[in-house]
């Protein structure tokens, strides 16, 4: 006769896990995703955040120039908003780089934590 396992749902009631194994252990296997999955959803939102602005200052320099008569001033302001630009992206770049570095280091601990809490998992030790 096979012995029928109970099932309960985690995560949102989306995995079904026997008995044996324990919510806790899947939860715990899943946190470390969840983490890095939030890591890159943060770093995400900031790039976008930083794209917005930009294209608004983008828009209205183009309203702007697009008032000016005078050709001096235009290559002027035409000149102020390429050097503004490139400071801007070199500015974001660097951020990125250092979200990037926070990301890579979420991914290691994640991968880490994951490891383990599998190892637990089929060890049986909490």
């Known amino acids: 006769m096979v012995k029928k396992t109970e099932t309960k749902t985690g995560m949102a009631g989306v995995f079904a896990v026997p008995d044996d194994i324990g919510l806790g252990m899947v939860n ?11 890591a ?12 917005k602005t930009r294209f608004e200052r983008d828009r209205e320099m183009l309203g702007v120039l697009s008032q000016t008569v005078d050709p001096v001033q235009a290559a ?3 000149s102020e908003f390429w050097q ?7 500015m974001e770049s660097a951020k990125l780089s250092t979200s990037l570095q926070h990301v890579t ?13 599998i190892a637990q998992a089929m060890t049986g030790k909490s």
Request: glycine share 0%; no cysteine.
């Open 28 to 38: 715990k296997m899943l946190r470390p995703q969840m983490a890095m999955a939030q």
């Open 40 to 51: 890159i959803i943060d770093q995400h939102i900031e790039t976008l955040e930083f794209l």
């Open 76 to 78: 002027t302001l035409w």
């Open 84 to 90: 503004r630009s490139a400071s801007d992206y070199a």
């Open 105 to 117: 280091e979420q991914a290691i601990k994640s991968a880490t934590e994951e490891s383990e809490a």
